[in-house]
């Protein structure tokens, strides 16, 4: 059922880019492939879900989508945080942006509904430095989940 909302929130935020389609072109998609009971890994699980073009520059960036029903708890202190991704995924997002040199934003969705989120921040991963992340950083990056993307001079809103 997670994985359902999960692949629900891509399309949520895809649609996001394509609706835009003058200027932004969706070029690779992770089909999130896996098998967990026969041990079967794919390679492309490891990379951010969404790689965009900028069309009027050419500029390509990655993009992590994470859909989130409720805040979880601190482990740490026991206040509201979303818990995003464990630490060996971070450094496999931080590795593909140094090999492919192109930015990596996180996209996250709470509450609503996967296709219908409440609210969504969009934040770059150089940000998104911690397994959990505090809303105190969050609420620097929220964008209207209504709104359309917007890039400018390196920066996904």
């Known amino acids: 059922k997670n994985t359902e909302k999960g692949h629900t929130f891509e ?52 993009v992590e989508c994470k859909y ?14 979303i818990s995003w991704a464990k630490p060996y995924q971070i450094e496999n997002y931080r590795k593909f942006s140094l090999r492919r040199r192109m930015p990596v934003f996180l996209v996250i969705g709470l509450g609503g509904r996967p296709d219908s989120p409440e609210v969504m921040y969009c934040l770059p991963l150089e940000e998104a430095k911690y397994p959990e992340l505090f809303f105190s950083l969050l609420n620097n990056y929220e964008k209207g989940p209504d709104t359309t993307f917007f890039w400018r001079n390196g920066h996904l809103t």
């Open 11 to 62: 399309r949520y935020v895809a649609e996001g880019f394509s609706a835009n389609a003058q200027y932004f072109a969706i070029e690779e998609w992770s089909a999130d492939n896996h098998d967990k009971a026969t041990g079967i890994k794919v390679e492309a699980n490891q990379t951010p879900d969404i790689i965009v073009r900028y069309i009027p520059t050419g500029e390509r960036f990655a």
């Open 68 to 81: 989130r029903t409720n805040p979880s708890l601190s482990q740490k202190n026991g206040k509201p945080v």
